[in-house]
């Protein structure tokens, strides 16, 4: 009796076999049904595998940002400690001298002309076409702005009109820097007296009332003397990009 059972459901399952195999209109259902479950599997599988990315991406993010968190936490406190000293001291001197710039952010419109990389259209509010503005990126000096047709239009770092004072090495060599439409800054009317190095840093002097004293512009990469000065050529940290924001400082002191 058992034989007989095992043998008819041999031949009944060898029977269905043979119809998917050779029917395409029996295999359809079965195909699809199938195709559905390896869906559903392969879904969750990439699910799973996704949750499991984001979770120990997230983790490695926390961590940098704990790590970085603990490193500006340094830095802030020594700021901090620096300005009470500074506070005192001009406390001491009855100073008037005020310490806190206004910086602002504005956004890129524009090129004021197609084919020149180094003017732009800015948005800004509360904007005064008799100033001279300095332009930042990422803290680094970009350029400055000036006012065309009452608007305000940044002249980036490279452009023949951006000018402003910086302090050249180690001497605060004073001089004048200057883009040239190309990728190097130009540093003139170096004194040739106050020595200067390729390798030097050179920052912004706060001399022009444009910029702090102390922003980052550059490095020197060569040297040359004419006319009873020094000019200095500059790698810049920041040349003819177009970021859709940047930092304007609209009163330094």
């Given at each position: ?6 043998t008819?459901t ?5 029977c ?5 195999y ?53 830095k ?7 300005a ?7 406390r ?9 710039p ?5 956004r ?11 003017k732009l ?6 904007f005064?076409?008799?100033m001279v503005?300095?332009?930042?990126y ?5 350029g ?6 009452k608007?305000p239009m ?12 910086v302090?050249?090495g180690?001497s605060?060599?004073?001089g ?9 800054l130009?540093v ?34 060569s040297i040359?003397k ?11 940290y920041?040349?003819a990009?177009?970021?859709?924001y ?8």
């Amino acid at each position: 009796m058992n034989k007989q059972r095992f043998t008819l459901t041999l031949f009944f399952v060898g029977c269905v076999s043979g119809a998917l195999y050779f029917s395409p209109f029996l295999q359809a259902p079965f195909l699809k049904l199938s195709q559905i479950v390896k869906l559903a599997y392969l879904n969750q599988i990439q699910s799973f595998d996704q949750f499991v990315a984001e979770h120990l991406n997230q983790k490695n993010t926390i961590l940098k940002l704990q790590r970085e968190n603990r490193y500006y936490e340094r830095k802030l406190l020594t700021m901090h400690q620096v300005a009470d000293e500074y506070g005192n001291l001009l406390r001491e001197q009855n100073s008037s001298i005020k310490t806190l710039p206004a910086v602002s952010l504005v956004r890129t419109i524009s090129y004021v002309r197609m084919g020149d990389p180094h003017k732009l259209w800015l948005e800004m509010d509360d904007f005064n076409p008799k100033m001279v503005y300095g332009l930042l990126y990422r803290g680094y000096t970009a350029g400055i702005v000036v006012s065309e047709h009452k608007r305000p239009m940044a002249l980036l770092n490279g452009d023949i009109k951006s000018t402003y004072a910086v302090s050249v090495g180690s001497s605060m060599a004073p001089g004048i820097v200057r883009g040239n439409n190309e990728r190097h800054l130009i540093v003139d009317f170096i004194p040739t007296w106050v020595p200067i190095a390729v390798g030097d840093e050179v920052v912004t002097s706060g001399l022009d009332q444009i910029f702090l004293a102390g922003l980052h512009v550059g490095k020197v990469i060569s040297i040359s003397k004419a006319s009873g000065y020094q000019s200095a050529v500059l790698e810049p940290y920041f040349y003819a990009k177009k970021p859709t924001y940047f930092h304007i400082i609209t009163k330094v002191r």
